[in-house]
């Protein structure tokens, strides 16, 4: 089923005001009704916590939840940045947590072999939905017009990082626009010994959101404009952006092992000065100013040429699918589990506006920002949100998707061609629509 998105000209500009914003009510979806009793009750959360970015929001809101619900004890299952396959196989086993934190396609996935429990008539969700930032629906009601999970961030996006210093050093100029200059300072770039772009290729979903940065120069909607009924073959932008990447990927802009490379490899090269430029989300801005300080700054996506780069810098690659906290419908302690889910996803939320300063969260905070936000933060509220003139739409369509993402990869292999791109492309899309 479609969904229609706001463009992000109306949605991000709020949550740009949301900064200085004082909004009431910031506890009301994690009522604690029912979790106060004497009767220990533990639950075991797969969720994100393997860097300061995760481990820290996710510790504060099981700090505030042992004052709020004293008899819950939560036993935490670290998750594993393997694009949500641990997880998949917890389902496949009858092995799932009560609570997990999950994205859009594996929320697809489990709610198919009935692995998540459908959220929409307990009283945390309509509490959660009536303390949401305004132009983030849909983080939280999915395109099918059910909830799945509760989410803490708002609407995210991906950027290009780079170290100003290796820049500097090798003769480079910013901001890179095209596509050309792009491939020209990845050339630079190894000749002076540094990877050009580190990315953690293993993960097909960052490939995909290299992809999309390219397609949303020359098509404003993203992937959703493939969700169009009549789509058969590819369109121009699309075919555009795939000779793009695989034309950055011939000229040495990717390590040869990308492919084989995982979160925690990339980003060490990139943190420790040996790679140039690293693709993340904007959540990546904490880790990569506290690693290298004034020397990292993040660029827009390049386009074919200045102008359009021009046209097109504030069209922005990412989508507000729903993603957060989900409950596992075998949980034996599943009302539990819900208020629980909804509190950690308020309490990241607060977490990440207060002590990180991000105005990209979901639930309304009622408390104000007591830290300094990062430089490139500053950028993302000050320069980005306002001028902001649309979001990339969510795909619906997970077949069209996955053999976006199994080709994507793909091309950062050399002996993968646009040809056999497109193609495998066209036959999914003739299948599908």
């Not at 307990?122 to 949401?132: I, M, Q, R, V």
């Not at 059910?146 to 100003?164: C, M, R, S, W």
């Not at 880790?287 to 390049?302: A, I, N, R, T």
């Not at 909804?342 to 309304?364: C, D, H, N, R």
Request: proline share 4%; hydrophobic share 35%.
């Amino acid at each position: 089923m479609k969904k229609t998105y706001r463009s992000w000209g109306a949605a991000l500009l709020v949550l740009t005001m949301s900064i200085g914003l004082v909004a009431c009510g910031g506890d009301k979806s994690a009522s604690s009704q029912g979790g106060t009793g004497d009767t220990k009750i533990k639950l075991k959360v797969y969720a994100q916590h393997f860097d300061a970015d995760t481990t820290k929001p996710f510790d504060y809101a099981v700090e505030e939840l042992k004052k709020d619900m004293p008899n819950v004890e939560i036993e935490l299952d670290p998750a594993v940045q393997d694009g949500y396959q641990k997880l998949k196989t917890y389902a496949a086993t009858g092995n799932m947590p009560d609570i997990y934190f999950t994205d859009w396609p594996t929320l697809q996935t489990l709610a198919k072999s009935k692995n998540v429990e459908v959220l929409d008539n307990y009283e945390t969700t309509a509490k959660f939905k009536e303390n949401l930032n305004p132009g983030v629906e849909s983080r939280l009601v999915a395109p099918d017009n059910h909830v799945y999970a509760y989410p803490d961030t708002g609407i995210e996006f991906q950027l290009i990082y780079y170290n100003k210093s290796i820049f500097e050093k090798a003769g480079i100029e910013t901001p890179i626009k095209t596509i050309d200059q792009m491939g020209e300072a990845a050339k630079k770039l190894k000749a002076a010994g540094y990877v050009p772009m580190s990315i953690f290729a293993k993960e097909k979903w960052i490939t995909t959101a290299f992809y999309n940065g390219l397609v949303t120069r020359e098509q404003p909607q993203g992937f959703g404009a493939l969700d169009q009924k009549g789509v058969k073959a590819l369109p121009e932008a699309f075919v555009t952006a795939a000779q793009q990447m695989k034309q950055l990927q011939e000229a040495g802009l990717f390590d040869a092992n990308a492919t084989n490379t995982n979160y925690d490899q990339a980003s060490s090269l990139f943190y420790q000065g040996k790679a140039a430029m690293f693709v993340n989300g904007q959540w990546e801005i904490y880790s990569s100013q506290e690693k290298l300080g004034d020397q990292v700054d993040w660029m827009y996506w390049p386009a074919k040429d200045e102008a359009t780069y021009e046209k097109s810098k504030y069209f922005i690659d990412g989508a507000g699918s729903p993603q957060g906290y989900a409950v596992s419908s075998s949980s034996e302690n599943k009302e539990t589990a819900v208020k629980v889910a909804a509190f950690l996803a308020t309490k990241s939320a607060e977490y990440k506006y207060t002590q990180l300063g991000s105005p990209i969260v979901s639930p309304k905070v009622d408390k104000q920002i007591a830290s300094n936000v990062p430089a490139m933060m500053q950028r993302v509220a000050k320069e980005l949100l306002p001028n902001a003139k649309e979001y990339a739409q969510l795909l619906s369509n997970t077949k069209i998707q996955n053999t976006i993402n199994d080709n994507t990869q793909n091309l950062m292999v050399d002996n993968f061609l646009v040809e056999g791109f497109v193609n495998n492309l066209n036959s999914t899309l003739e299948k599908e629509n």
